[in-house]
């Protein structure tokens, strides 16, 4: 490929299931589409997440217009409008009707193999041969130049991928195919989508938690996509809990060395700084710095566990990028702070 | 009026005619937290239990005593017998997809047929990397040990944790689909050779076969009937088999627990399961809401008001001493937690009007994850005292306190 044409980015987001992989996935989308860029957006699992994130109608099977990207903070570029994010909900019976018109050139061939439910077959019965469809069309929307008209080249494609137990199988599917197959169109068409899924402009990124089986499972996940030969490119870790106490008052309140006395007393004259419009229901008690201080031991606690996960997460050599626990559901303006939060880090690059 | 019944795990549990106990729920709710601790509970309270945890926490395995996959329960020592319920016991296993399905063809093929079949490459595709034979066997075992327990009166109640599948109530759908696909036309069409006349199918036929030869090469297209032949044979026996335990999940015997969390998508995914359960007439238990941020009936100030004073510790400017920083840290920790009890409790509610009538029992929000005996029997306690009403009073002890 000439120096001068920059190559598509694969962004492939994958996670435990719940960890937020949706959520990262369009964040990411957003935040690579920055002024004059074009990124498409695309979900394998039907399940149609991303169009719940941005409260809209559900995906569909051609790629759409979906938002657009985010436009420049202060700095370079402020005031230019964002580029556009595009949207696609890949569907395996779609996918399928296209490969096959691909490898036999002929219509009839196809509706015979619809007819006796192959399109069935393949899509529901047999997940490995859907794998291969949906990863197929993915590596499609990433070439430069592509087939039909009017078809779209874009500047990054962001992969809502399977969740971390599923996701070797489904980015190696082609190659067990390659397996299979042997030689001919099909083995060709698998080995250029395994090159590509495996070469330099795939970026793989594992979202997750700071909880311990969350953590071990992308830890594992980490190996065996390393072990696949995949390019596993960052580690996100999704709703961190937000530093609230400093870590050196938070041992402190933990170790029990906070004199409750000194709590009430300091309590009673902030609530008497602002009685305020709202007011203060009543006095701070002895009740509530007991309170206080319970839960402020357990909420060291719970951070002092989720470091002990970062520090698994940091051992494994990969860019780290957080974003906060944000309170309640995601919507689509948080979730434009989870793109900035992501254009600062290196992820997005 | 929306009733509000509360889900008693622990007459569920006691009831001998509760014979499985099926945990369900969207990916990471607590499923297998919560079918071990069910299992646990029931067995100190003197049932015969096996459990069947499908990929446990490595931790949770370890203590169990089930790290190795040999797909044979083990008895899990430790128990702590409720004197005078007489003495259970705990069985626990952990599905091995693989050895399972294994199991399968040798006990329903002839040994050389088997041999043909364990070695294709189909059949190693589909029984070790392809999605969805998870369902279909956490079904198989389900069957095999419900088989067990009647003929050899081993367990008296089987709880079995199922699957973090895409909607999670694919194995439910696991049979139904085998089924669709043996009798598929497209099974039909890749048989024919070993079914007779080809043109029997229609004019479509040889068409078909070529357009598959030309695109996946003969000796797969022989590779691939072959393995559907011999499986046909094999899973004859196999579908009535999903169909027999389909219907044990009907029977009266059985109990449906729905797991979630107290968050939006969790909660939808849950509306959706008994919405699902009703239509294929599956017995409810009930929902359990896991991992409830508990105000501990602590809640003295309003999130603004313990806000507001945070800020005004905060504004007495950068010779705030350490007093003042230690209160302003406490009433943003007080205040996130408050909001976030709220929010989980708004969400509690609207499921529970949109679910008249449920069951339902809540769980609080441990702080360290759940890995040993302590912990299950602890999350089982929790369980069978969680009321949703939670207008409880703060414990004597406090449950969510971690261990040392
Ligand atoms: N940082 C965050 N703060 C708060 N809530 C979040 C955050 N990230 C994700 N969520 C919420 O968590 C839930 C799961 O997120 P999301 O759908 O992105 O996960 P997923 O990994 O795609 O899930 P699935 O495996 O079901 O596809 C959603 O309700 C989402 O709004
Ligand atoms: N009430 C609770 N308090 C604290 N931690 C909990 C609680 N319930 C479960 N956990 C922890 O949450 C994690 C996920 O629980 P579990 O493995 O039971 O979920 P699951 O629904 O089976 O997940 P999967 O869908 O991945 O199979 C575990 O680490 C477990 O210890
Ligand atoms: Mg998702
Ligand atoms: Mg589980």
């Known amino acids: 490929m000439p120096a001068d044409q920059p190559s598509t980015r694969l962004h492939v987001v994958t996670g435990k299931g719940g960890a937020g992989k949706s959520t990262v996935a369009a964040a990411l989308a957003l935040a690579l589409a920055g002024p004059g860029k074009r990124v498409l957006l695309c979900e394998v699992e039907g399940r149609q997440g991303i169009s719940r994130l941005f409260a809209g109608a559900p995906l569909g099977v051609t790629e759409a217009a979906l938002t657009h990207g985010l436009t420049p903070g202060p700095g370079a570029g402020l005031g230019q409008p964002g580029g556009e994010v595009f949207a696609l909900h890949i569907d395996p019976e779609a996918a399928l009707r296209e490969y096959l018109a691909t490898y036999l050139h002929v219509g009839p061939a196809v509706r015979a193999l619809e007819a006796f439910g192959m399109v069935e077959f393949a899509t529901s019965i047999a997940p490995g041969l859907r794998d291969v469809l949906l990863t197929g069309k993915v590596y499609e929307a990433t070439k430069p130049t592509r087939r039909g008209k009017g078809a779209l080249t874009y500047d990054a494609v962001v992969l809502d991928a399977p969740p971390t137990g599923r996701v070797t199988r489904f980015l190696t599917a082609n190659a067990e195919l390659a397996g299979l197959a042997r030689m001919g169109p099909i083995k060709n068409q698998a080995d250029s989508v395994m090159a590509t899924l495996r070469g330099p402009q795939t970026a793989i990124h594992l979202v997750t938690l700071l909880e311990d089986m969350v953590v071990q499972e992308t830890v594992d996940a980490v190996s065996e996509l390393r072990s696949a030969e995949l390019p596993v490119r960052s580690v996100v870790i999704n709703r961190a809990r937000p530093q609230l106490l400093e870590d050196e008052l938070a041992n402190s309140v933990a170790a029990g060395a906070v004199r409750p006395q000194d709590v009430a007393t300091t309590l009673s004259r902030a609530f008497s700084i602002s009685p305020g419009s709202r007011g203060s229901a009543r006095p701070p008690d002895l009740g509530f710095v007991d309170t206080l201080l319970r839960w402020g031991t357990q909420h060291t606690e719970r951070r002092r566990l989720e470091n002990v996960e970062r520090d698994r997460l940091y051992a494994l050599g990969l860019d780290l990028t957080e974003l906060p626990a944000h309170p309640g559901p995601v919507d689509p303006t948080t979730l434009r702070d989870f793109a900035r939060d992501l254009s600062q880090s290196r992820i997005a690059r | ?404």
Not at chain 2, 89 to 106: G, N, Y
Not at chain 2, 160 to 167: G, Q
Not at chain 2, 195 to 208: C, D, E, N, Q
């Open chain 2, 1 to 404: 009026m929306t009733s509000r019944p509360r889900l008693d795990v622990d007459a569920l549990l006691d009831d001998p005619q509760t014979k499985i106990v099926v945990c369900c729920g969207s990916g990471g709710v607590g499923k297998t937290t919560t079918a071990a601790a069910l299992a646990l509970r029931a067995a100190e309270r003197g049932r015969r239990v096996v459990v069947l945890t499908i990929d446990p926490a490595k931790r949770l395995a370890q203590s169990l005593g089930i790290e190795a996959l040999d797909n044979t329960p083990r008895t899990v020592r430790g128990l702590r017998q409720d004197p005078g319920r007489g003495s259970g016991s705990l069985a626990a296993t952990m599905l091995d997809m693989k050895s399972t399905f294994d199991e399968v063809v040798v006990s329903q093929a002839t040994p050389d047929k088997a041999r043909q079949i364990l070695g294709n490459p189909f059949y190693i595709a589909l029984s070790t990397s392809f999605a969805g034979t998870q369902e279909y066997m956490a079904m198989e075992k389900l069957g095999q040990l419900h088989t067990q327990a009647t003929a050899e009166g081993t367990y008296d109640l089987i709880v079995v944790d199922t699957p973090p599948s895409r909607s999670a109530l694919d194995f439910l759908d696991a049979p139904e689909r085998l089924s669709a696909f043996l009798d598929g036309r497209f099974i039909r069409l890749l048989m024919a050779p070993a079914r007779g006349p080809a043109r029997l199918l229609g004019s479509g036929i040889s068409m078909v076969t070529h357009a598959m030869s030309t695109i996946l090469g003969s000796h797969v297209l022989e590779d691939m009937q072959t393995f559907v032949a011999a499986l046909d044979t094999v899973f004859g026996g196999f579908r009535q088999r999903a169909a027999r335990t389909y219907s044990l999940l009907q029977a009266p015997g059985t109990a449906f627990v729905v797991v979630a969390t107290p968050e939006r998508d969790a909660l939808d995914e849950a509306s959706y399961f008994l919405n699902r359960l009703g239509e294929e007439q599956m017995p409810l238990a009930g929902v359990i809401v896991n991992r409830m941020t508990e105000l501990e009936g602590g809640e003295v100030v309003t999130v603004e008001q313990a806000l507001d004073a945070a800020a005004a510790l905060g504004s007495a400017g950068s010779q705030a001493d350490r007093s003042a920083r230690v209160c302003a840290g406490l009433l943003k920790v007080y205040a996130d937690r408050v909001a976030t009890a709220t929010t989980q409790l708004q969400y509690r509610e609207d499921f529970r009007t949109a679910h008249d009538g449920v069951p339902m029992a809540s769980v609080p929000a441990l702080i360290s994850d759940v890995h040993d005996l302590d912990g299950l029997r602890m999350v089982g306690e929790l369980l069978a005292k969680g009321s949703p009403k939670s207008g409880r009073k703060t414990p004597a002890k406090d449950p969510t306190k971690p261990k040392r």
